[in-house]
């Protein structure tokens, strides 16, 4: 195949998922595949791919199979829940999302991360990939009026079906941690309450605070509340979007062992009347 397009949903601006580096192949309009280096930048304390980075990956490529289902409407992120079979240790990262249920109101889209072991051109996948499994989720998402998105008018989904694109870092690979370019900020470690504002870096095309990032916010607060554990798990219910910030959270432990730990956590919107923006259980392991 050709080398890939270089697109960027925000041209000449770093963006947090253009900072990933991530080479997509929509394979047909119920598959995508993307593969995205695994830098330090986007490792835990525990050195394998954070939970955060994966979600944004899973967030990105899923979608893409969701715009296809929903054309020509737009889709929301409403559901996404990831769990890690093992730590991401290699790399790059390897996703590839399959389009399980396309509804009325509703697309459902399967998605499998794995471990590329060096592979960097999509071409050397198998079908199907022959390669360590590392997580596997599922993504659920709303239908909305193209109308919603900045972006519609001019991004054809289906037409990138049989391509390959690239949203290149603007700047080169970062080598600030995610979580810090993403401007995320401890308020109260022990409580989980984090706080990351809105900005053109995080925004999706409808302006809001993008799914993926609502990701990274929730790794950020479960991991400032237990220390010494890194989030591997996570069940993410959207119910609204982070159109004002910052986006403000709070954890609850709700299981405390000796080798991992469960946390509810709650984000809302701090701008906007503390509007409840998303519900999370994130699972823990220790390092």
């Keep these: 195949m050709a080398e890939p397009t270089r697109s ?13 580096d991530i080479t997509t192949e929509q394979v047909s309009a ?11 930048a986007v490792r835990n304390e525990g050195g394998g791919a954070a939970l955060g980075y994966l979600v944004s990956l899973v967030d990105a490529n899923a979608a893409l199979v969701a715009l296809c289902a929903a054309h020509p ?20 990262a390897v996703v590839e999302s399959k389009l399980v249920r396309a509804g009325s109101k509703l697309v459902v889209v399967g998605t499998d991360i794995y471990d590329g072991a060096g592979i960097t051109d999509l071409d050397e996948l198998g079908d199907p990939i022959a390669l360590t499994r590392v997580a596997t989720g599922l993504a659920t998402f709303a239908r909305v009026p193209g109308s919603a998105s900045g972006v519609s008018g001019t991004f054809d989904p ?3 079906v049989g391509q390959r694109r690239r949203m290149e ?15 995320l900020r401890v308020v109260d470690a022990p409580a989980g309450v984090v706080e990351l504002a809105n900005s053109p870096y995080v925004a999706n095309s ?3 605070i993008n799914g993926g990032v609502l990701g990274v916010i929730f790794q950020g607060a479960a991991e400032a509340a237990v220390p010494g554990f890194v989030a591997t798990d996570l069940q ?13 959270t709070h954890a609850v432990v709700v299981r405390d062992t000796d080798d991992h730990v469960v946390c509810r956590i709650e984000a809302v919107d701090a701008g906007n009347d503390d509007r409840v923006l998303a519900l999370a259980t994130v699972t823990l392991q220790r390092i």
Excluded: K, N
């Design 236 to 248: 993410i219910h959207y119910l609204a979007q982070a159109r004002t910030g910052p986006a403000r």
């Design 73 to 92: 409407d737009w889709t929301a992120t409403a559901d996404l829940a990831l769990h890690e079979a093992r730590p991401l240790t290699g790399g790059p």
């Design 158 to 160: 289906l037409g990138m």
């Design 169 to 183: 870092p603007v700047d080169g690979l970062p080598e600030e941690p995610l979580l810090e370019r993403c401007g």
């Design 8 to 20: 960027d949903p925000f041209p000449g601006e770093r963006h947090s998922i253009s900072d990933l």
């Design 30 to 40: 119920t598959c995508s595949r993307s593969v995205s280096p695994v830098t330090d």
């Design 206 to 208: 409808m302006g809001a």
